[in-house]
C-alpha cells in the first residue's frame, strides 16, 4: 500500500505548531456583541418571577432573552425523543446550580456580565437530591415526573442461580466511579451571526451535522437555513457534543440581527457543562476451582445529572461491556440511569465502559487472588475468541484480545524480574484487559456520507461533516481516499469543516471516524475512481476490468505501455462533459438488543486492548508514581502509525489521571472544584518514563482497507491497570476512585497492625 499504514504528517501541523490556527474565540467580526448568560444559583427551585427591568436599562445591553422568547422549541437533547429533556433557558423551573435561565447580549462582556447581576430572580426552593441511590427511592424529590429513573438497560442469559450453585468460588464488591471533567485546554466559544435569511453558527463542535438540527429545532427554522462552521478544536472528548452554546448564540444573533460572540470562563466550562457520569457498580461473579467463570450478576446505576443528554446510550454501552471481554456462559446485567440536581451527564471519553472496566478488571484480579492463579491465565482462560458469544449473543468473527494477552504476560514478566527494590517505596505491576464496541450502539443507527470529486487536474477534494477534533481525522480520511484512488496525499484535499460543504456525518464519539466515516469515503472514492477509469479504458481502447492506478499513472494490467495519467484521463473527461463525483454513505451493520434481555448484536466490530503498569508506591505519604506504561491493541489495520501512537499516549495521559487524582467534587449541588487549580489533571511530569505502544497487524473486513478505531480504547483499560499494580506493591484494594495518596495512605494505616497487637 501507497498511502496505508504510513506516517504521512498531519495536514494541520505546521498551522498548529506555528501557532496559525485559528479557534473560536481568536475570532471576529467588527461590530460585535458579546453574549453572556444568567445561571441559577440554586440546585432545585421553581422560578416564580424574573424582573429584568434594571439589566434592561444598563447602557450598552442590545437585549436579554427569557425562555418565552425562544421562538422554536425549548429543547435539546442529541439523543431526540424521548430524551430531548433540557430546556435551553429554565421555563418553570431550575434543576442544577448553573442552569441558564436568561441570555444576555451587550456591547462589551463587561456588560453583559454586569447585567447578569442586576437580573432578579425569585425563587421557592425545593427539595434536592445528589446522589442516585436516594434519588431512586420512592420519597425522593422528583426531577421531571413521577420517577427519577430516566432510563434502564437489561442483559440476561443462561441461569446465574445456577451457575452461581456450579461455582466453587463467589467474589461480590460495589465499586465507585466519579464526576470526571473533560479539561480541554480551549473551553466552549463560538460565534453566531444572520447572513441574509441563513444562521451560521462558527463554534467548537464535535457534532456539526446534529447541532445544525438542534439550532434549527431551537430556532424554528429548517435545517437548510442554519450552517454550522466547525472552528479549529482545542480538545473535546465528548464535552463538545454539548450544543446548548450554539443555541444560545444563534438565538442572540436571530433576536438582535448583529454577530454575537460567547466563551465560556473555565469556571463556566467546569461548573455547567456536561460531565462523565458518575458509577456505582455492584459485582458478584463466580467461578470454578479450575478458573472458568460461571456465572456473573451485575447492577450498574449512573448518575444522570439534571438531564438525559447522552445518558440513555452511555447507559447501554456500559451495560453491554460490564461483563468484560470474557465468555460467561450465565450473566445478569441490571443497568439503571438516575436524575439528581447535579450538572448533566454526557458524553466522555469510554463513555460509560472506563467504569464499568474497572470494576470487571478488578473483579478478575480478585478471583485470580481467591483462585492463587496468574491473573493473566486466568483472562488467557476465559478471553473471547474467534466463534465467541458475547454477552448480548453475537458471535465474533474477528478476534485477537488473546494475542494482546500473550504480549502483555512477556512485558509484566520482564517488569517484575528487573523492578527496583527499595526499602519504603513498594513496586507493583498490574495488567488490564478490555474491548470496545466501535460505534454508536444499534438500535442506534451509524450513517455517515462522503462525496470525493476528482478535478480535471487530476487533484482531489473529499467532502464530509466529520467533525476533525485534533485526533487527526482528516489526514486519515485523506489518505483512505489517495489509497483507493492510487494518488499521493498531497494530491487530496479535505473539507471537513462545514455543514454547508459536506453530506450528513455522525458525531466524531464512539471511535468510529476512521471506521465508519472513513469507509463512506473509500466508497465515494472508488465510485469517482470508476467514472475515471471507465472513460480512460475509452482513450486506452482496453476493458475497464484491466486498469488499475498506481502512482497517479493508469495503465493496462495486460500492456503496461497502454497507460495515461489521472491528470490527462481528467481532462479527457472534461472534454467529454463529464464530471469525476463519486457519493456515498457507510452504515454498518448491527442487529439491534431485544429490549426484554439485550440480545442482538450492537456492534458490527469491536477492538481489543491488554495495558500493562509500573507504579512505585510511598508506602510513608501513599503518593504513586506511574514508571512504565505498555499497550497491546488490536485496532485492525492501522492507518498511520504516528496518529494511532499519540493517541495512544494521549488516551494514557486521560487514564493515569482518572486512576489518580480526578474528581468533580460537588458540596449541596455546587461544584467546588471549578478550576484545573483545584481539578487536577496529569502533567508532564506525572506521566511514566517509559512507554511502549504495539498494535497487531490484524484486518477488519468491514472496515477502510481493514481498520477499526482507537480513540476511546486508548484510555479505558488505564485505570484498572494502574489500580491492580497498586495492589501488587501493596496488597491493598482501591474499590473507589481516585486513587489518591491520601486514599491509599488511609488504607495502607489500616491495613497496619496496631503497635499494641502482639
Not at 334 to 355: I, Q
Not at 483 to 503: L, M, T, Y
Not at 519 to 532: D, H, V
Request: with cysteine; hydrophobic share 40%; charged share 25%.
Amino acid at each position: 500500500m501507497d498511502a496505508i499504514g504510513k506516517r504521512i504528517p498531519r495536514i494541520d501541523a505546521i498551522q498548529k505548531a506555528m501557532g496559525k490556527a485559528i479557534y473560536a474565540d481568536d475570532l471576529n467580526f467588527g461590530e460585535m456583541l458579546y453574549g453572556k448568560v444568567l445561571r441559577s444559583s440554586m440546585p432545585h427551585a421553581r422560578i416564580k418571577h424574573i424582573d429584568t427591568t434594571k439589566a434592561q436599562k444598563l447602557k450598552g445591553v442590545r437585549a436579554i432573552l427569557l425562555a418565552k422568547d425562544i421562538p422554536g422549541e425549548n429543547r435539546i437533547g442529541i439523543l431526540g425523543d424521548p430524551f430531548r429533556d433540557q430546556p435551553v433557558l429554565a421555563e418553570d423551573k431550575v434543576r442544577f446550580v448553573g442552569e441558564p435561565i436568561a441570555l444576555i447580549a451587550a456591547e462589551s462582556e463587561e456588560i453583559a456580565e454586569k447585567a447578569t447581576k442586576l437580573i432578579k430572580v425569585d425563587y421557592e426552593e425545593l427539595p434536592a437530591v445528589f446522589d442516585p441511590l436516594e434519588a431512586m427511592k420512592a420519597d425522593a424529590p422528583k426531577l421531571h415526573k413521577e420517577s427519577n429513573l430516566v432510563s434502564s438497560t437489561k442483559i440476561s442469559k443462561g441461569n446465574v442461580q445456577q451457575g452461581f450453585e456450579n461455582s466453587d468460588i463467589i467474589v461480590e464488591a460495589e465499586y465507585r466511579t466519579p464526576m470526571n471533567e473533560h479539561a480541554y485546554l480551549e473551553p466552549e466559544a463560538g460565534i453566531a451571526k444572520m447572513e441574509g435569511d441563513e444562521m451560521i453558527v462558527m463554534i467548537c463542535t464535535q457534532a456539526p451535522s446534529r447541532c445544525r438540527e438542534e439550532v434549527a429545532t431551537v430556532l424554528g427554522l429548517p435545517h437548510s437555513k442554519v450552517r454550522i462552521i466547525q472552528t479549529t478544536m482545542g480538545g473535546g472528548f465528548g464535552g463538545k457534543h454539548y450544543n446548548l452554546l450554539a443555541c444560545q448564540l444563534a438565538l442572540l444573533a436571530l433576536k438582535t440581527g448583529k454577530t454575537v460572540k460567547m466563551t465560556l470562563t473555565r469556571e463556566e466550562s467546569i461548573s455547567t457543562t456536561i460531565k462523565r457520569h458518575p458509577c456505582v457498580a455492584k459485582y458478584k461473579w463466580g467461578c470454578s476451582k479450575e478458573g472458568k467463570i460461571l456465572a456473573a450478576q451485575i447492577e450498574i446505576i449512573l448518575n444522570a445529572g439534571a438531564y438525559a443528554d447522552h445518558g440513555p446510550a452511555v447507559l447501554t454501552r456500559a451495560a453491554v461491556h460490564a461483563a468484560g471481554p470474557y465468555e460467561i456462559p450465565n450473566l445478569k446485567v441490571d443497568a439503571h440511569l438516575v436524575y439528581t440536581n447535579t450538572p448533566p451527564g454526557g458524553a466522555m471519553r469510554g463513555f460509560g465502559v472506563p467504569s464499568v472496566a474497572f470494576a470487571h478488571e478488578c473483579h478478575m484480579e480478585k478471583l485470580a487472588e481467591r483462585l492463587g492463579m496468574d491473573p493473566i491465565e486466568l483472562r488467557l482462560k476465559n478471553a473471547f475468541d474467534v466463534g465467541s458469544k458475547t454477552h448480548t449473543g453475537q458471535i465474533l468473527t474477528k478476534v485477537a484480545l488473546k494475542k494482546t494477552l500473550e504480549q502483555a504476560k512477556k512485558i509484566a514478566e520482564e517488569w517484575r524480574k528487573n523492578g527496583e527494590k527499595k526499602e519504603s517505596i513498594k513496586t507493583g505491576v498490574g495488567i488490564a484487559t478490555t474491548w470496545y464496541g466501535i460505534g454508536s450502539t444499534a438500535p442506534v443507527p451509524n450513517p455517515s456520507g462522503a462525496v470525493v470529486e476528482i478535478l480535471y487536474d487530476g487533484s482531489v477534494i473529499l467532502r464530509t461533516n466529520c467533525a476533525e477534533v485534533g485526533q487527526g481525522s482528516d489526514t486519515v480520511l485523506a489518505q483512505i481516499v489517495a489509497e483507493e484512488i492510487g494518488v499521493s496525499c498531497d494530491r487530496v484535499r479535505v473539507h471537513s469543516k462545514d455543514s454547508a460543504a459536506g453530506p450528513w456525518c455522525r458525531n466524531t464519539c464512539a471511535s468510529a471516524q476512521t471506521y465508519i466515516v472513513g469507509e463512506a469515503a473509500r466508497l465515494a472514492a472508488r465510485s469517482a475512481k470508476e467514472i475515471l477509469l471507465k472513460q480512460a479504458g475509452k482513450i486506452l481502447g482496453v476493458e475497464r476490468n484491466d486498469l488499475q492506478i498506481k502512482n497517479g499513472i493508469i495503465h493496462s494490467k495486460k500492456d503496461l505501455k497502454k497507460k495515461i495519467t489521472i491528470q490527462d484521463a481528467a481532462k479527457e473527461c472534461k472534454k467529454a462533459g463529464i464530471v469525476i463525483l463519486g457519493c456515498s454513505t457507510y452504515n454498518p451493520p448491527l442487529k439491534g438488543l431485544n429490549p426484554i434481555d439485550g440480545q442482538g448484536d450492537p456492534y458490527a466490530a469491536y477492538s481489543y486492548i491488554t495495558q500493562v503498569a509500573e507504579v512505585e508506591v510511598d508506602t510513608e505519604t501513599g503518593k504513586v508514581k506511574p514508571k512504565k506504561f505498555a499497550s497491546i491493541a488490536d485496532i485492525g489495520k492501522v492507518i498511520n502509525p504516528t496518529l494511532a501512537e499519540g493517541q495512544m499516549d494521549g488516551g494514557v495521559s486521560m487514564g493515569l489521571g482518572h486512576a489518580l487524582m480526578e474528581e468533580v467534587i460537588i458540596n449541596n449541588g455546587t461544584v467546588v472544584t471549578p478550576t484545573l487549580s483545584q481539578y487536577l489533571i496529569p502533567t508532564s511530569t506525572d506521566m511514566p518514563e517509559e512507554m511502549i505502544t504495539t498494535f497487531l497487524d490484524d484486518y477488519e473486513p468491514t472496515g477502510p482497507f481493514g481498520a477499526k478505531g482507537l480513540g476511546e480504547l486508548a484510555n479505558v483499560a488505564v485505570v484498572p491497570a494502574v489500580i491492580a499494580a497498586i495492589h501488587d506493591a501493596t496488597k491493598i484494594w482501591i474499590e473507589e476512585l481516585p486513587a489518591t495518596s491520601e486514599k491509599i495512605y488511609k488504607l495502607l494505616q489500616k491495613k497496619q497492625p496496631s503497635r499494641n497487637e502482639p
